[in-house]
């Protein structure tokens, strides 16, 4: 095995992210949450370990499906309380030198003029250290809180993704030329009028006439990351991502997942190799197996099935409380996660009640495949194997106690994969987006969709010259 292992750590601004229950475990410093320092302290310990980057997960509203209630998520902190993001960034890059932060935003409520914004000044805060993790949003409440009836149709939040990352690509690509910013004391020039230009977008969702109010970060466009295992999922993140936090319930389903988003941009005339996929991981680590074991024992006896089911409600459209026990949980198209909702009826061997669905999403159980049990060695050999035989490239790792679980994984799996020359040693030099794909690689490549707006501004340059 030649490539080395791209490894991002899993989180929120939250209270909890999917460790559900795990909160009331004493080592668990997830309620510090709000204090900077909190902050500071994990993004240190994640470069110690080489992570590439802190992979931050965000909803817009709350987990109310199960139940048809709020509480279930509330009473155990399912994804709330919840902070923005973006915030904390600034003050993780200035305690860290390579590691680079994927911030997870929405295109269904959020402005794309807004947007380009705050991402072109969170690449410059960071030196060119920041990624877009790219979703729809799918909750009921936040499309109550945005001031909808009800959710978007889920292709059509696609379609409304097409348009957000058109106007976002104008913006950062084709707006202000290289050289616009000048800074000519002498000629009392701060900027070349000539080199900043309108966008003048005008479509189906957005009219945008521009400019970007910023000027072109270091990286132009932020690395651009997306998650989706739907069918219309992977053709948008063949279209657009640099990145894919893509899922399967087994190994063949992650191959094929993997194998068709890059033919679909093999067909778009991109280049397929140079799309990175990552996929989750979470691990429970000891330096024997009963070690392990046990930890994986006590955290089980913590866990909380109820908000378990509050996160798989919100995510799949199902309302699992609602249905008679004993019949079979059938597929049944929601305008939620189509891939969560085909995970328990589409994606199984044979067809499972919903008793049996309720059992699996609420136990904590390392014997359905969700948590991966064992020393740093049988840990190593399980992401090596799958490296090599799914087309993989890296891993989301989330974590049950913060910060400890990550603490065991830096220093116990991370010498073990750089034993075996499948984890960098140390960083490459450059921006987040040089460091995946290679010295010069700063700005996005040609045969990426955004490359078309920056022939845009120098066609306008000639126009104006004529």
Request: aromatic content about 10%; glycine content about 8%; proline content about 4%.
């Amino acid at each position: 095995m030649s490539k080395q292992i791209i490894m991002n750590a899993f989180d929120m601004n939250s209270a909890m992210h999917n460790s559900h229950g795990l909160w009331k475990h004493p080592d668990n410093e997830r309620h510090r949450y709000t204090d900077l320092a909190y902050w500071a302290e994990m993004a240190t310990l994640l470069e110690r370990g080489k992570f590439d980057a802190l992979f931050l997960a965000d909803v817009v509203g709350i987990y109310d499906v199960y139940k048809m209630s709020r509480d279930p998520a509330i009473r155990d902190a399912v994804q709330v309380p919840l902070n923005d993001p973006a915030l904390i960034v600034p003050a993780m890059a200035a305690v860290t030198e390579h590691l680079s932060f994927a911030v997870t935003v929405t295109t269904t409520y959020e402005h794309p003029y807004a947007h380009a914004r705050r991402f072109s000044t969170l690449d410059h805060l960071t030196g060119g250290r920041i990624a877009w993790n790219i979703v729809t949003s799918y909750l009921p409440n936040a499309a109550l809180n945005h001031g909808l009836s009800q959710m978007i149709k889920h292709d059509d939040r696609y379609e409304l993704a097409d348009e957000f990352l058109e106007v976002a690509y104008k913006l950062w690509e084709g707006s202000w030329e290289d050289g616009a910013m000048v800074r000519d004391a002498a000629r009392g020039v701060y900027a070349e009028p000539d080199k900043v230009h309108y966008i003048n977008h005008a479509g189906r969702f957005y009219n945008v006439p521009g400019p970007h109010l910023s000027e072109p970060s270091l990286q132009r466009t932020p690395v651009l990351y997306q998650a989706g295992s739907s069918e219309r999922g992977r053709a948008f993140a063949a279209k657009h991502a640099e990145c894919v936090f893509v899922g399967g319930n087994s190994k063949e389903a992650l191959k094929f997942n993997i194998a068709d988003i890059r033919n679909k941009a093999e067909q778009l005339g991109r280049d397929p190799q140079a799309i990175k996929m990552l996929t989750g991981l979470s691990v429970v680590v000891g330096r024997t197996k009963e070690e392990a074991e046990s930890k994986m024992r006590e955290y089980a006896s913590l866990w909380s099935g109820e908000a378990a089911l509050a996160q798989f409600g919100g995510s799949s459209g199902y309302d699992l409380s609602a249905y008679d026990p004993d019949a079979y949980l059938e597929y049944v198209a929601t305008d939620h996660g189509q891939s969560r909702a085909a995970q328990y009826t589409k994606h199984v061997q044979r067809r499972l009640t919903v008793q049996e669905v309720m059992d699996r999403v609420a136990t904590l159980d390392h014997r359905q495949g969700r948590i991966l049990v064992g020393t740093p060695g049988e840990i190593a050999d399980y992401m090596q194997e799958q490296v090599e035989e799914t087309g993989l490239d890296g891993f989301n790792l989330a974590h049950l106690i913060t910060p400890g679980s990550l603490r065991e994984f830096v220093d116990l799996v991370v010498p073990e994969l750089q034993r075996r020359g499948i984890y960098k040693l140390d960083y490459a030099s450059g921006t987040l987006r040089e460091k995946l794909f290679g010295p010069g690689q700063r700005t996005l490549p040609a045969h990426h969709p955004a490359a078309q707006y920056r022939k845009a501004a120098a066609e306008t340059k000639a126009q104006q010259s004529f």
